[in-house]
């Protein structure tokens, strides 16, 4: 019935900053959009000649997708990240990040007889998802310390999106050891994981988080970020081979099939580090030049070790921040859009042209 599933659902965040983004547009020099994390440079070359050279695929993509785009996720996680002990069979491609993270609930069966965990302040979408399944969600950093029946899933994020807060391993480590005394599925978005600036973030699959088990765990990856591939729709999930078995199972029902061009130019992307290590070098110097801006303007910068997006209050609220911004031409998000506790805060994404950044720290001085 037309409205029943979106009534429940609340109001699309960016759908309330018509009037703010109006006001950057009207920017002599025009708008430098912080707001979202959308990537804006090249793609790399390696991957576009891969997926060109697949692009002759008429016939259906495996869900479970192909060997060789599973090995080369084991492979880079082990490489980049050093995460032991994972199975090919234990890694599913998925279309974006945000698709598995807005399912996975329903797709595993929570419902209103569920809770799901998010973080205090956390990526919308985890609240979405316990919402679209019909499940009970809260707001924790802490779950292991929560009174009353203990949740069917917790979810982490670190570095964290909006914060870019990096947990500790012993952080990490006290959730998955609670986790598993009580049967609780740890659901770990590392979409942010390669972008560690003040402080090395941690895989919930690294062996001094999980002991190299990977039993009630699961690591959701995108190359988005790491490879600029928002526009391809590109990620996996890795850890609990029959968690991950589940989720094959049930997504083969449902045709959520990664395209065959797409697999191969994830295979490309996750075997070749040098442009991963470029882009990464980009973030890192438009980080350079934004902070101290940021700072400089009087916005304190909090908990951001990590990712691609400045935390930042004038102990005002966020809608007072976001306007006084908009009036110099740049967007931001409003803190409020994470979580009750980011009233006085914005994000500041770092994912925009060299230009452009040079733009915004120009009119912050």
Known sequence: MPGGRSAALPTFPWDTLAEVTALARSHPDGIVDLSVGTPVDP????IRDALAAASSAPGYPTTAGTAALRNAAVAALQRRYGVTGLRESAVLPVIGTKEVIAWLPTLLGLGEQHTVVVPELAYPTYEV??????ATWMRSDTPQSLDGPAPAMVYLNSPSNPTGAIATEAELRAVVDWARAHDVLVVSDECYLGLGWDAEPRSVLHPAVCDGDHRGLLAVH??????????????FVAGDPAVVAELLAVRKHAGMMVPTPIQAAMTAALGDDAHEREQRDRYARRRALLLPAMQAAGFTVELSQGGLYLWATRGEPCRNSLEWLAQRGILVAPGEFYGPSGVQHVRV???ATDE????AVARLD
């Open 43 to 46: 793609v790399a070359p390696v």
């Open 129 to 134: 998802g316990a919402r679209l399944a019909g």
């Open 222 to 235: 995108s190359l988005s970020k790491t490879s600029s591939l928002a526009g391809y729709r590109a990620g």
């Open 349 to 351: 994404a770092l994912t």
């Open 356 to 359: 452009r950044i040079a733009a």
